[in-house]
């Protein structure tokens, strides 16, 4: 415990289950080291050459990696609560399954082998990333995801599901972070919503109904701003929807005072390239080239008028936050 070791040679030597709490490991060579299971709580490894190491289910909470090589670490299930991991080398490291609840990851470097869970690298698009902490990634339950101390999790005035909820939103936005500065923008979209994911579950779990039934059409219409194709596929269906309704239901009459119905349509098949060149027009610009008929014709198109301006709004808000990362 409080070992001075700086500058220490300790390749592949064998420190697991060690107690190692407070040593001071700055610039340490510990290339292949086995530190499974070691106690590292607020350990110095500052600098410190640990490629290869293993630090599977090691406690690391507090403890200072900046600037350390961790290049090929094995850093499954370790605890690196509030560790710092500034401008540390995390290529090709294995975090699978870590607790990184307030871990400082500032200049962090990760490439495409850097694994956040078991499936594979960041780099892999089919990959799904999901923190320990997330309600729908293993282990299952709150207290097991959280690793705090029973009488702890008993003293807290928030149940043990808005703490992991609150811990995964967090780890969320580090990793988002991460692969921002990165050059990831995948992995930065698949964690902004997962962030917006726990955020909408935080809200509901906390009985903030007005917010959460806005989190959920955030979610429905356009996944927070990520998904051009969701929003493009509910245009479509609007489009599609009111047209039907011009076409069937004698709402709207061509200039010459024809009432467009489904008789009309089938005496001239005209009608239906009109109504939806009317469709179309209405959702783009406002006003089409046929006129409404009584109220239901009025509100049908003033539905359509206001529907089209905030879908666009949309997809030019989503083409944007692509375009500016």
């Given amino acids: ?20 709490r ?4 700055s610039n340490a060579h510990l290339v292949d080291a086995d530190l499974s299971n070691a106690d590292l709580q607020e350990a110095v490894l500052q600098q410190a050459d640990v490629d290869g190491a293993d630090f599977v289910s090691a406690n690391l ?17 370790a605890v690196l609560v509030r560790a710092s991991l500034e401008n540390a080398d995390l290529v090709d490291t294995n975090l699978t399954s870590a607790y990184l609840f307030g871990a400082r990851l500032g200049g962090a470097r990760i490439d495409s082998a850097t694994q956040l869970v078991v499936e594979g690298g960041v780099g892999d698009v089919t990959v799904t990333e999901r923190c320990r902490y997330d309600p729908d990634a293993p282990p299952e339950g709150p207290e097991a995801s959280l690793a705090m101390d029973p009488e702890d999790l008993k003293a807290t005035p928030d149940s043990p599901r808005v703490i992991q909820l609150r811990r995964a939103r967090s780890v969320y936005q580090r990793l988002e972070g991460l692969g921002r500065q990165n050059g990831f923008p995948t992995l930065q979209s698949r964690m902004f919503k997962r962030r917006q994911e726990m955020r909408r579950h935080l809200l509901r779990e906390q009985g903030e109904r007005t917010r959460w039934l806005f989190a959920e059409l955030q979610r ?28 069937t239901t004698g709402t ?11 008789g009309a349509v089938v005496d001239d098949q005209l009608l239906v390239w009109e109504t939806l060149y009317h469709s179309l027009s ?38 944007g936050r692509r375009a500016a990362r």
């Fill in 1 to 20: 415990m409080s070992a001075d070791l700086s500058d220490a040679n300790l390749w592949d030597a064998d420190l697991s289950s060690a107690d190692l």
């Fill in 22 to 25: 407070g040593a001071k490991l």
């Fill in 252 to 262: 709207i009459e061509t200039t010459d005072g024809t009432a467009v119905t489904a």
């Fill in 61 to 77: 909470a507090e403890a200072s990696l900046v600037g350390a090589d961790c290049e090929s670490a094995e850093f499954e299930n």
């Fill in 220 to 247: 429905g219409l356009f996944v927070y701003g990520e998904s051009f194709r969701r929003v493009l596929s509910i245009s479509a269906l609007v489009v599609s929807l009111f047209w039907g309704l011009f076409t």
């Fill in 282 to 319: 209405v959702f783009f610009a406002g006003t089409g080239p046929l006129s409404p008929t009584g109220t239901l014709g009025q509100v049908l198109t003033i539905s359509l008028r206001a529907t089209g301006p905030i879908l666009l709004a949309l997809l030019i808000f989503v083409l």
